[in-house]
């Protein structure tokens, strides 16, 4: 599956954007979805996550309350609705597709198949 994130800029503190990741090549509602990012110096770190089917989401302590994921299979996209920005959360968002745990809102990145080319996301304080 090919997946491509769009939807990064630059937001001051405080302010919201929604990423998306459009998913080509495989039938997308076979795969569980996550987003993972990466800022400068520092390790890819799990961000959210959301089953085949969307019952299933889950979400790292640093997002809780401000951070949403979200798909469309119809659509074949998964969303991040980012709210409450922060400047820690300036990184390189990456969207990812599982097969073998699509049941589950997996953080594990090792888990995940498919990656994306990710998307910037630059918060000024």
């Known amino acids: 599956v090919q997946l491509q994130a769009s939807g990064g800029g630059l937001v001051q503190a405080g302010g919201s954007l929604r990423l998306s990741c459009a998913a080509s090549g495989r039938i997308f509602s076979n795969y569980g979805m996550g987003w993972f990012r990466q800022a400068p110096g520092k390790e890819r770190e799990f961000v959210a996550a959301i089953s085949w089917s969307g019952v299933t989401t889950s979400n790292a302590d640093s997002v809780k309350g401000r951070f949403t994921i979200s798909r469309s299979n119809s659509q074949n996209t998964v969303y991040l609705q980012m709210n409450s920005l922060k400047p820690e959360d300036t990184a390189i968002y990456y969207c990812?597709?599982?097969?073998?745990?699509?049941?589950?809102?997996?953080?594990?990145?090792?888990?995940?198949?498919?990656w994306g080319q990710g998307t910037q996301v630059t918060v000024s304080s």
């Open positions: 990812a597709a599982n097969f073998l745990r699509r049941s589950a809102a997996s953080s594990r990145s090792a888990d995940y198949d498919y």
